[in-house]
């Protein structure tokens, strides 16, 4: 087999092999099982987008692929390799940038500070902070992910919310990462917002990243989705592409088809056009007694007394 042909063959095994995989993880707090066999796959120019309930297991995740918790079952690999992260710093080294609702960004520190935050670039003997060049790349950046921000000096409390995550997620991609994992970006927005920022995740996976959207909102993942996990009380109750589901399907599974099913049989005699007059409503609690205006008045000195 000639050489060009073997060449061929080995990228088109590394490009079809997951940037990060998960098999059967499962992560305990002593009797309390937080995840139970969940398994995953995240590919360069891909957008998998994890879904759940309040307590469906989300937070555990992204902690557990960040670094900041270690699994208790299940491999984790990243590369083909297998590997446990230590810390969250380790997790960045490797590869792995996770941009948090709150975005770890200081409101009143200029664009370019909070862009280079805790990797300033400094010159010189003395060591001091190469300000100009970090405003160029910060600016450069910025412009490859669609967003120009004309006065890099202005503090970054004063941007919209869309444009505070394109700043985070700009930063993780400058600084190496190759899965990038978005913890309820949209959560906190309008609907203008939520699409300047969805309009970024699109940016990140054409840039190659794998992008791991985690989120509740099923019209926000549909809209950029490649791959859909739905989590359910710490397990995986949906695992499918894009073109094995609808968005209705979708929805039902996130909003839990079979517990709306049995909630809307146990309401189908329910007249919700019935309306209920405040006055005809009674109360098992015992009225008020009335006050003479005598007493009123003393009520309200005593009142007085005590302040």
Known sequence: MSTPVKERQQARVTKDRPLLELENIGKSYGNVNALRGVSLNVRAGEVTCVLGDNGAGKSTLIKIVSGLHDYTDGVMRLNGIERRFNSPRVAQAAGIATVYQDLALAPLMSVWRNFFLGNEIHKGLLRT???????????????????????????????????????????????????????????????????????????????????????????????????????????????????ELTLDQLTGEMAGGQELAELSHELRTADPSKVVEPHTVEHGGVPAPELSQDEIVVAGTDAKEDA
Not at 176 to 185: F, H, N, R, S, Y
Not at 230 to 243: E, S
Request: with cysteine; charged share 20%.
């Open 129 to 243: 902070l190469d300000i100009d060049t970090m405003k160029e790349i910060a600016g450069s950046e910025l412009e490859k992910m669609g967003i120009v921000i004309p006065d890099l000096d202005r503090p970054v409390g004063s941007l919209s919310g869309g444009q505070r995550q394109c700043i985070a997620i700009a930063r993780a991609i400058y600084f190496g990462a190759k899965v990038i994992i978005l913890d309820e970006p949209t959560a906190a927005l309008g609907v203008k917002q939520s699409g300047v920022v969805l309009k970024y995740i699109v940016k990140a996976r054409d840039a190659g990243l794998g992008v791991i959207f985690i989120t509740h909102n099923p019209h926000h993942a549909y809209l950029v989705g490649n791959h859909f996990i739905v989590l359910k009380l710490g397990r995986v109750v949906l695992d499918a592409h894009r073109d």
